[in-house]
């Protein structure tokens, strides 16, 4: 339990006043569900890049990563240009193709690409419900910080948490998401400029820092992880986050091509700030205090006993917002999935309107199941949790991927390879144990790939109206061909 | 629709077969509280006493407690005892570049819970307000502040809210701040009058106006847009 300072209390309240405020006034003009789930694909540059870093960074970014290099130091930065090399393969080539299909959602791709509402439902029902999981995971983390600044029991902070996220996500869908994700990549990003350098000044000085840390123990800034595991983990991200598929919904939402490499240019300068920030945090944080019995701890320690209150209270700002960021375009993107491709294929004939109004019900649904999770964890939670971003990786990697840039990917290669992605990594994970310690999305992805190229050459090749949209010469948008109706 | 059957199916089979094993949770030491008092006399001159309480049954080395002191600004301990139940214990130092490490000889009978005290005297120069702490290499668990550090410096100084731990409300020549574990040093600066304008407050409010003014700038350049493109349509 921590003592905290009155400011904490105002800015805290103030941000939750500021994002409801901006998703209400982003949202006001929402007509259609092209309007709702894709912000009338009018997001810009600068504000689409920080919505895809913001969307990208979690709790687990400011309190995890941030922790894990308070235990280990400098080394597992190197994890993020695997990372970043995940988004440079989607700004040259997933990305601007994605945003020129015209789509609403990541299955609808799926569906025209491949022709196959199987392989759509199917992609529909993964993203639901590993999505759904893992934002069990954000929700505690909410819960734990208002419980920390404010002292309610953590189901209640993580109600709050999850109700303003909420409300703005239903009232102004995508746009108000991007556009506090905007607030909130600013706010993620901003506060390290000065909490560094206070940081730093209370533990010394770098110098003195990088001195103490190589006495106390010399892999905090040497090498604690060897290559292997570092390319592990680089791989790992960099696997998931070129093809996530809520990271890909909001390369629908940006204006053409050109505005998404700028936007992943302007998305890694934010990640680049706060890479670079987490791994100073965290290591500034261990010569302070040397021994905190988890590292999840040196953030909020950071924020409320070692940074100015106003500061601090930004850092807590951060870490809610980086939560509420993700929570609200995986809400997004899970609902999205029951709305338009679920009930898109249970009932092909639905107008926008019913559609929209699913969708809504689906937001609230899917905002509150996780929470039953959060109270009473299950055994199976946890594995999703672990599995989920390699399950969804395996799966999606090489059908988006290749289906983009290869014609001769056929219906069969693509459902060879999701189903083998994901029987790959639940194998590698719960039957072989993870051999060589190598993580579980390197073998899924692997195999995948191999099993679309392989199955492809053998099985008869997609219909030329399908390959059409996206190989032909007038690369005939999937909006131009399917207009969405105004309400 | 057979294939999302046996696909669900085959998912299910994974995960409901499969049990979550846990790391058996092995008895370690831990900090189970301190309290540490300084006193300054206001002219560099500090007075220190920590007292420790170590729970928990597992094993020390050699009989031994590591504990850490940095030696940030080259500050060493003068007139240092440890001392449990009134007797003074042995202790070797390895020192370092910028810390040095104290191994704290346990009584021979010591098991489970042990407590002792740390005194020590500092000397520093004007203007510097750093004041280094022994950390045993124990952590304390759970996430109540089991660290309580007292702070008190002459009658005619006020401790700054720019000090480390940062101050709650403002204070005078008296602090007290409740931490999960112990820091490296702590950092109360003090002076004759209050100093608003320290770099703290300075920070903090340049950068909340900048925070606001780059969204203040963001929302009326995108009201602009908007209101431009009404224009066209």
Same mark, same amino acid.
Request: glycine share 8%; aromatic share 12%; proline share 4%.
């Given at each position: ?9 105002? @800015? ?6 500021? @994002? ?15 309007? +709702? ?44 240009? /695997?990372?970043?090399?995940?988004? !440079? ?80 996500? !239903?009232? $102004? ?7 506090? &994700? ?7 990003? /901003? ?83 706060? %890479? ?90 899917? %905002? ?47 459902? %060879?390879?999701?189903? /083998? ?67 | ?33 301190? &309290?540490?008092?300084?006193?300054? &006399? ?13 729970? $928990? ?7 031994? @407690? ?17 001392? +449990? *139940? ?35 005297? !500092? ?18 668990? $759970? ?89 066209? *349509?």
């Amino acid at each position: 339990m921590f003592e905290i300072s009155p400011e904490f209390y105002y @800015v805290i309240i103030g941000y939750f006043i500021l @994002v409801l405020a901006v998703g209400w006034w982003a949202g006001k003009n929402n007509k259609t569900s092209e309007d +709702h789930l894709v912000a009338g694909r009018s997001i810009g540059a600068l504000v689409g890049g920080a919505a895809l870093a913001a969307t990208q960074m979690s709790a687990g970014t400011f309190v995890g990563t941030m922790g894990v290099h308070y235990l280990t130091g400098a080394s597992y930065i190197w994890f993020w240009p /695997g990372l970043w090399a995940g988004w !440079l393969v989607a700004a040259i080539w997933i990305a601007p193709k994605f945003q020129k299909f015209n789509g609403v959602t990541v299955p609808e791709f799926v569906e025209a690409r491949y022709n196959t509402k199987v392989g759509k439902i199917i992609a529909a029902i993964l993203i639901i419900i590993a999505y759904s999981v893992y934002l069990i995971a954000q929700y505690v983390a909410g819960g734990i910080v208002m419980q920390t600044v404010f002292g309610i029991p953590m189901i209640w902070g993580a109600v709050i948490t999850i109700g303003i996220t909420m409300v703005y996500t !239903l009232k $102004g869908g995508m746009k108000a998401t991007a556009y506090s &994700d905007f607030v909130q990549a600013l706010i993620m990003a /901003g506060c390290f400029f000065a909490a560094i350098p206070l940081l730093f000044s209370q533990a010394g000085g770098f110098n003195f820092v990088g001195n103490f840390l190589t006495d106390l123990d010399s892999t905090i800034t040497g090498w604690h992880y060897g290559a292997k595991e570092l390319i592990g983990f680089g791989a790992a991200f960099g696997f998931s986050m070129a093809i996530a598929p809520y990271e890909l919904a909001r390369i629908y939402t940006l204006r053409d091509a050109k505005t998404v490499r700028l936007a992943i240019g302007f998305s890694l300068i934010f990640q680049m700030v706060v %890479a670079i920030s987490v791994t100073l945090g965290g290591m500034g944080m261990r010569s302070l205090f040397p021994v905190l019995q988890t590292g999840d701890s040196a953030s909020s320690i950071m924020a409320i006993n070692v940074l100015p209150p106003i500061v601090g209270a930004l850092l807590m700002v951060a870490i809610l917002a980086s939560i509420m960021s993700t929570v609200s375009g995986v809400m997004i993107v899970s609902s999205s999935g029951i709305s338009h491709d679920i009930f898109g294929v249970l009932k092909p004939n639905a107008t926008d309107r019913q559609k929209m109004m699913v969708n809504r019900v689906a937001v609230i649904i899917l %905002a509150f199941i996780p929470l039953i999770f959060a109270i009473r964890p299950f055994d199976m939670v946890q594995f999703i949790v672990m599995a989920q971003a390699s399950l969804v990786a395996s799966f999606f990697f090489a059908i988006v991927l290749f289906g983009l840039n290869w014609r001769r990917a056929s219906k069969a290669g693509a459902m %060879a390879a999701m189903i /083998g992605g994901v029987i790959t990594v639940l194998i590698w994970l719960f039957v072989l144990d993870k051999p060589y310690n190598i993580n579980e999305v390197i073998p899924g992805v692997l195999i995948s790939t191999i099993l679309l190229i392989i199955v492809s050459y053998f099985t008869k090749p997609v219909p030329e109206e399908n390959l059409e949209t996206f190989f032909g010469k007038n690369h005939i948008s999937n909006v131009n061909k399917h207009p969405i109706k105004n309400v | 629709m057979k294939n999302i059957y046996i696909f669900i199916c085959l998912v299910a089979f994974f995960f409901i077969s499969k049990e979550i094993a846990y790391a058996e949770d092995l008895p370690v030491k831990s900090l189970e509280k301190a &309290d540490i008092e300084i006193s300054s &006399d206001g002219t560099g001159g500090y007075s220190i006493t920590q007292k420790i309480q170590l729970s $928990g049954e597992g094993p020390t080395q050699n009989n031994q @407690v590591e504990h850490t002191l940095t030696r940030i600004n080259d500050i060493t301990p003068i007139n240092l005892q440890f001392i +449990h *139940n009134g007797e003074e214990l042995d202790y070797t130092v390895k020192e370092e570049n910028s810390l040095a490490r104290y191994f704290l000889q346990l009584p021979e009978e010591t098991k489970g819970s042990f407590e002792y005290q740390i005194q020590y005297e !500092l000397k520093v120069e004007p203007g510097v307000f750093t004041t280094p702490l022994f950390v045993p290499i124990y952590p304390a668990e $759970g996430q109540n502040n089991v660290v309580t550090i007292d702070f008190e410096t002459t009658q005619e100084n006020i401790i700054q809210r720019n000090s480390f731990p940062i101050l709650k409300k403002p204070e005078n020549n008296q602090v007290t701040s409740y931490l999960m574990n112990i820091p490296s040093h702590v950092n109360y600066i003090y002076g004759h009058e209050r100093n608003i304008l320290n770099s703290y407050n300075v920070i903090s409010w340049v950068s909340i106006f900048i925070l606001l003014g780059i969204i203040v700038i963001w929302i009326r350049s995108e009201l602009k847009n908007s209101r431009a493109i009404g224009g066209v *349509n």
